[in-house]
C-alpha cells in the first residue's frame, strides 16, 4: 500500500477520541451538540451552539502537543511531517483566536487526555468548561 492510500484510510471525523468526549458530554447530561459545523472556523469537533461553546478533540502526534506522544519525531519523511505538524499548530491557533474573537469559549482535549488513568480528571475538565 502506497503512503496516498495510507493516508486516505485515516479518518478525520468521528474518531475514537472524539466519540468518547461525546459520550462523556452526554453522561454528564449535555446531549445538545452539533458535529463539525462548518460555518464555524476549523469546524469544531463539538459546537453547543446556544451556549457559544467549543470543544476539539486533537490527535497529540497531528497536532504537536507537548506531551511524549506528541513531541515524538517522525522517523521516516521527517521533511514532509515536520512542517506538515508545525502548519497544523499554526492552523489551530488562528482558528482559536477567531472562535474567540467571534464570542464563542474554546476546550481542546488532547488524545492523552483520554487514558483510562485520566478519565476522572476529563470529566472535571469538560464539566467545568460547560459551567463556565
Not at 471525523?13 to 459545523?37: C, D, I, S
Not at 505538524?85 to 491557533?93: A, L
Amino acid at each position: 500500500m502506497d503512503r496516498q492510500e495510507n493516508m486516505r484510510r485515516i479518518k478525520g471525523k468521528n474518531t475514537r477520541p472524539e466519540v468518547l468526549v461525546r459520550a462523556l458530554l452526554r453522561e454528564l447530561g449535555y446531549p445538545g451538540y452539533r458535529l463539525h459545523r462548518q460555518d464555524l472556523p476549523s469546524r469544531p469537533d463539538v459546537a453547543f451552539i446556544g451556549r457559544r461553546k467549543a470543544i476539539f478533540v486533537h490527535g497529540c502526534f497531528w497536532h504537536g502537543h507537548d506531551c511524549r506522544k506528541g513531541l515524538r519525531r517522525p522517523k521516516s519523511n521527517a521533511d514532509y511531517w515536520v512542517p506538515k505538524i508545525e502548519h497544523n499548530r499554526q492552523r489551530d491557533t488562528k482558528a482559536l483566536i477567531e472562535l474567540e474573537r467571534l464570542g464563542w469559549d474554546v476546550n481542546i482535549i488532547w488524545e492523552c487526555d483520554l487514558a483510562p488513568k485520566k478519565r476522572p480528571e476529563l470529566r472535571a475538565k469538560l464539566l467545568e468548561f460547560m459551567l463556565a
